[in-house]
């Protein structure tokens, strides 16, 4: 047997372990499609299909339809018995995969950030990090231009990994300051996660069991080493938090972060790990697999692709 039927048997029955609400057939077309976007670095139908097709000897269009399936809807599919991939329900397997592979790390830390495709797609995604990296582990993709309130779509995708979560395990939840939401800190807090949010220096804060309100902008100093403090955020829609602030001399402005924790209860800081979720994001477009380039004009359908790359 050719080394490279070999290597996709075996990536064939990970993906069928990993995911075992998948029918045979979806599973083997994931593992077929992945191995395909590796060898070739590159996301589109058409160049995959061309080297799978080279590979096992078929026509290339006949590989590319079976590709092109794998987005499908039910409705959409050839057959009796065809049903759809609902990507939210592979999220907590995705995440306990991963997982499995560290042998189930004491610390485990999620980066939540939002990444566009051109100016049509906006992608929210929850993202496990490490190696210097990060991996999608949970999205959500709507249009640039669409209409409505994200805080729900956060809350879905952290429930939807929470069954992936042991309760001995410490989760960390990251997120830059655009991000920023006392309901969200609340929902995440409620998981027994723990919360790293930056915000802007706006606004005001409260020290516990002082009566003034002083501006955020004031607090810090450049060159001031790292302080946390017990504080109240905010003076509408206030927040109860320990605020991390620190302003390294090389930076032109402070980072003012809030949190659940002090820094007796945790090892350093993580929330600088939250910048490996962008060599993540490098890694699916240019500096990867050219995600950048697909014209896939449905956004249920780019979830299910997006998988694929995730895998790859």
């Given at each position: 047997m050719p080394s490279y039927e070999e290597e996709l048997n075996?990536?064939?029955e990970e993906v069928s372990i990993a995911f075992p609400s998948l029918s045979k057939p979806q599973a083997t077309v994931l593992a077929l499609y992945s191995y395909g976007m590796i060898w070739t670095r590159q996301?589109?139908?058409?160049?995959?299909?061309?080297?799978?097709?080279?590979?096992?000897?078929?026509?290339?269009?006949?590989?590319?339809?079976?590709?092109?399936?794998?987005?499908?809807?039910?409705?959409?599919?050839?057959?009796?018995?065809?049903?759809?991939?609902?990507?939210?329900?592979?999220?907590?397997?995705?995440?306990?995969?991963?997982l499995r592979q560290w042998s189930h790390p004491r610390q485990v830390v999620l980066a939540l950030d939002v990444t566009y495709l051109r100016d049509r797609w906006a992608i929210l995604c929850v993202s496990v990090v490490y190696g210097k990296t990060a991996l999608p582990v949970a999205w959500k993709i709507v249009g640039t231009h669409?209409?409505?309130?994200?805080?729900?779509?956060?809350?879905?995708?952290?429930?939807?990994l929470r069954p992936a979560i042991s309760p001995k395990q410490i989760v960390y939840v990251v997120c830059d300051r655009g991000l920023y939401s006392p309901?969200?800190?609340?929902?995440?807090?409620?998981?027994?996660?723990?919360?790293?949010?930056?915000?802007?220096?706006?606004?005001?804060?409260q020290m516990k069991g002082r009566q003034r309100w002083?501006?955020?902008?004031?607090?810090?100093?450049?060159?001031?080493?790292?302080?946390?403090?017990?504080?109240?955020?905010?003076k509408d829609k206030?927040?109860?938090?320990?605020?991390?602030v620190k302003w390294d001399q090389e930076y032109d402005e402070a980072c003012l972060m809030v949190s659940d924790r002090l820094p007796r209860q945790v090892r350093g800081n993580p929330y600088p790990l939250r910048m490996w979720i962008e060599m993540g994001f490098k890694q699916l477009k240019r500096g990867g697999l050219h995600w950048e380039h697909c014209k896939t004009p449905d956004?249920?359908?780019?979830?299910?692709?997006l998988l694929v790359l995730v895998l790859a």
């Open positions: 075996v990536w064939q996301c589109g139908q058409t160049i995959v299909s061309v080297f799978l097709g080279l590979l096992f000897g078929v026509k290339a269009e006949t590989m590319r339809q079976r590709l092109r399936e794998w987005h499908y809807e039910a409705a959409q599919k050839r057959g009796q018995q065809r049903r759809e991939v609902v990507v939210s329900e592979l999220f907590a397997p995705l995440l306990g995969w991963v669409d209409v409505g309130a994200w805080h729900p779509v956060w809350v879905a995708l952290l429930t939807a309901k969200l800190f609340a929902v995440i807090r409620r998981a027994g996660w723990h919360v790293w949010m930056r915000i802007r220096p706006q606004g005001y804060y002083r501006p955020l902008a004031e607090l810090a100093s450049r060159g001031m080493a790292p302080t946390a403090l017990r504080v109240t955020c905010f206030s927040l109860v938090c320990v605020l991390w956004a249920a359908r780019l979830e299910r692709l």
